[in-house]
């Protein structure tokens, strides 16, 4: 799993199990420490980390809980909402199905943990449900034979992928877009020729919602007009190629205009 996304959630978690602060607040998370880390990635690749793991703070924040645990229960959550169904059976593979629940509790966290390349804080308990979204009955499956359990498990799997996730906000594509136009913009500022399209694209992946359900090793590799149909050249008059890109690659001018007007136009509709 070696996706922005990924990248950054371990990026985030490996700041917070070593670092036992009593309470974290996220500018001073971010700026402080989490960007520190960034100074090795170089050009493009270190803006759409940047972008990544500061929207991830962002989505992720809650100004009444700002303790390491409650940052570290966050992300667990997060990534509960983001693995898919062949994260869950990679997990249940190395778990010890066979025992008692207690076993398969404690089977699965370790199989979790080596899935995801993190060590869960010791002084929590983590449920099955709380890692995975599997609802077992701990009384039920004791009951069952090896092979009832088996086809239990299964089954939970099977459930929870017709279970509803309910986003705890909206995605917003006025957001997008002035991520993408940020992104951009420190391109250019540090002479890195890119186009709006690439831009766009990171700004689609760097959005934490856009993540829920497709899995922990997915790049999102959405096209931008799929969701911006507005992102065409007739929207901008454009009616010359130069080679791949609508404008001249040097063209500063005509593709900030064209930021600000989809960002204005989207924030109309909003």
């Known amino acids: 799993m070696e996706s922005l996304l990924y990248y950054s959630i371990k990026l985030i978690y490996g700041f917070l199990y070593k670092e036992p602060l009593n309470s974290i607040k996220t500018l001073e998370f971010f700026d402080s420490h989490i960007t520190k880390s960034l100074s090795e990635i170089k050009d493009f690749d270190k803006y759409a980390m940047d972008l990544c793991i500061r929207n991830l703070i962002i989505y992720m924040y809650n100004p009444t809980s700002l303790y390491t645990i409650d940052w570290i229960n966050n992300i667990v959550r997060y990534i509960r909402h983001v693995m898919d169904n062949t994260d869950i059976l990679n997990i249940l593979y190395n778990t010890n199905k066979s025992s008692d629940y207690d076993i398969l509790e404690s089977s699965f ?103 829920i359900g497709r899995g922990l090793g997915s790049s999102l590799d959405i096209e931008p007009l799929s969701m911006i149909p507005e992102f065409n050249p007739d929207h901008f008059g454009v009616s010359k190629r130069y080679d791949y890109y609508w404008w001249p690659i040097d063209d500063y001018h005509s593709r900030i205009k064209a930021f600000d007007k989809l960002i204005s136009e989207y924030r109309l509709n909003k």
Request: proline letters at 3%; one cysteine or more.
């Open 109 to 211: 966290q370790a199989s979790y943990e080596d899935y995801i390349d993190i060590t869960l804080p010791d002084s929590q308990k983590y449920a099955i449900f709380s890692l995975s979204g599997l609802g077992i009955d701990s009384d039920t499956y004791n009951k069952y034979t090896y092979n009832e359990k088996f086809s239990e498990l299964l089954q939970r799997v099977v459930y929870r992928r017709i279970i509803k996730i309910d986003r705890p906000q909206k995605i917003t594509l006025v957001d997008i877009l002035k991520d993408a136009k940020e992104l951009y913009l420190k391109s250019i500022n540090n002479n890195i020729e890119v186009g709006m399209c690439d831009c766009i694209k990171i700004a689609l992946e760097c959005n934490p919602l856009l993540h």
